[in-house]
């Protein structure tokens, strides 16, 4: 199994500003994503972060909006740029290796974003 | 593309009794399932997953579901629900090639379970 932490786990920020999320997991993974839960609402699909090379970003997310970056296979950061309350969410880093035989893909615990 | 769709939003129960949460999927392509379930405040935690072979999973905490490709189902059900089994409970589908890993979650259920 993985084990996967996020910092910070929650955050209050004032529009305009940026605010950057850390993903950290356990033991090196193939593949990390980056999810969003609205409130009262399930997971989106932000983008998977690609180690050594940019993210793929799914549709209605921007890499402007979102830039995300994977240095090594244990670590992530998603940036939220020039905020506005309707970034106001929760932010969930998920990796595993999904499609290899060992299909689990475990979930952090994540980030509790309020923007005012 | 594939959705989920998880018929009800909102399930209460009472302690000790059975419970079934719903869900169905599209794709036009084969998918992996997934049950997750979200404790207030907390992450998500993998439940059971169905990948192939029996379509009746096992999972965690005494959880299983059977999928069911000609009904696109993919319900999980509990013989006897506990007060700790209080949690939102999302169904996921994911599918393969390029897309591995990345999933598609329905809305969510809200299981209350009433001493």
């Known amino acids: 199994s993985a084990v996967i932490s996020q910092k910070p786990s929650r955050d209050i920020c004032q529009r305009g500003t940026s605010l950057t999320i850390q993903c950290q997991v356990d033991?090196?993974?193939?593949?990390m994503f980056w999810y969003r839960q609205q409130p009262g609402q399930s997971l989106t699909l932000i983008a998977t972060?690609?180690?050594?090379?940019?993210?793929?970003?799914e549709s209605g997310f921007v890499i402007d909006k979102f830039p995300i970056s994977r240095p090594n296979l244990t670590f992530s950061t998603l940036t939220v740029s020039n905020m506005s309350p309707e970034d106001s969410s929760i932010y969930l880093c998920?990796?595993?290796?999904?499609?290899?035989?060992?299909?689990?893909?475990?979930f952090g615990p994540g980030t509790r974003l309020t923007v005012t | 593309a594939q959705s989920v769709t998880q018929l009800d939003s909102q399930v209460p129960v009472f302690e000790e009794a059975p419970v079934e949460l719903r869900c169905n999927y599209s794709s036009s392509v084969s998918v992996y399932l997934f049950w997750y379930v979200q404790y207030p405040n907390q992450g998500l935690q993998l439940l059971l997953k169905y990948l192939s072979g029996s379509t009746l999973v096992k999972g965690i905490n005494g959880f299983e579901a059977e999928f069911n490709k000609s009904q696109t189902s993919f319900h999980l059900r509990k013989p006897s629900v506990h007060i700790s089994d209080t949690a939102e409970y999302f169904c996921?589908?994911?599918?393969?090639?390029?897309?591995?890993?990345?999933?598609?979650f329905g809305q969510g259920t809200i299981l209350t379970v009433h001493p």
């Open positions: 972060a690609n180690q050594g090379s940019e993210a793929t970003y």
């Open positions: 996921a589908v994911g599918t393969g090639g390029t897309s591995y890993g990345k999933l598609t």
């Open positions: 998920s990796a595993g290796h999904p499609g290899t035989g060992r299909d689990e893909q475990y």
């Open positions: 033991s090196q993974v193939t593949m």
